[in-house]
């Protein structure tokens, strides 16, 4: 069974601060992808960020990048030079290699709440 | 990019009526779709997967005869919740598996 632990339920940051959240995860399957995404108060899911088990550097994506210690299994969040339209939850997950999802769904945590202050 | 829409956005319905939920991939086919539910302030919880043209896959402890599901085409997938109850009351999301995996809008459902 695969497991994700968010272990900051809130976060409060100053703009245009970098911002790190924090991701750990349990998984037995040698071949695994890790996820975030960003859902606002309109509660659509925002893809951020997609980091596959076997991949050497860790990814990134304008402002967002993934700290991806896989001996440690943690994938965290890094957001550069924050700002207050980053104010909202952040998942993280796991699933398939496939960046797009194999046969099986994700598998999410309980999120952080991230609230950007001016 | 892709683009997942669920329809309708938010219902509200009484106690014992069934309520269906359209999940539609707009520009790519979707052979596998997954069905999730998000309580208030929690997390998303995987509650089936749907592939085109085959019976639905529920996880552990969701009831596949409350919650049926229907992919008649690699467009479009459909959750009916039977027989709602206020427990049922929640955000439903589809995601649809494409280069990566999109996710619709959510659809708040309220059972009075």
């Known amino acids: 069974a695969q497991k994700i632990t968010q272990t900051q339920p809130g976060m409060f940051v100053q703009e245009k601060e970098a911002v790190t959240l924090d991701c750990t995860y349990d998984?037995?399957?040698?071949?695994?992808?890790l996820f975030w995404y960003k859902q606002p108060s309109s509660g659509e899911m925002i893809f951020l960020i997609y980091?596959?088990?076997?991949?050497?550097q860790n990814a990134t994506e304008g402002r967002y990048s993934l700290n991806f210690q896989k001996a440690r299994k943690s994938a965290n969040l890094v957001i550069s030079a924050s700002q207050l339209g980053d104010s909202a939850m952040y998942f993280c997950?796991?699933?398939?290699?496939?960046?797009?999802?194999?046969?099986?769904?994700?598998?999410f945590g309980k999120g952080t709440h991230l609230i950007i202050q001016p | 990019g892709a683009v997942v829409s669920q329809h309708p956005s938010w219902v509200i319905c009484k106690s014992g009526t069934s309520v269906k939920i359209e999940c539609r991939s707009l520009?790519?086919?979707?052979?596998?779709m997954f069905w999730y539910r998000q309580f208030p302030k929690q997390s998303l919880m995987l509650m089936a997967t749907?592939?085109?043209?085959?019976?639905?896959?529920?996880e552990q402890g969701v009831e596949k005869d409350k919650f049926l599901i229907n992919h008649a085409s690699l467009t479009l997938s459909t959750l009916t919740v039977t027989s709602a109850h206020p427990e049922d009351s929640s955000f439903y999301i589809c995601?649809?598996?494409?280069?990566?995996?999109?996710f619709g809008p959510g659809t708040r459902l309220t059972v009075l």
């Open positions: 997950a796991m699933g398939p290699r496939v960046r797009g999802g194999g046969a099986d769904g994700l598998t």
């Open positions: 980091q596959g088990s076997y991949d050497q």
């Open positions: 995601s649809a598996r494409g280069v990566e995996q999109f």
């Open positions: 998984t037995s399957d040698p071949s695994y992808g």
């Open positions: 520009d790519f086919q979707a052979t596998t």
């Open positions: 749907s592939n085109e043209g085959s019976k639905a896959t529920y």
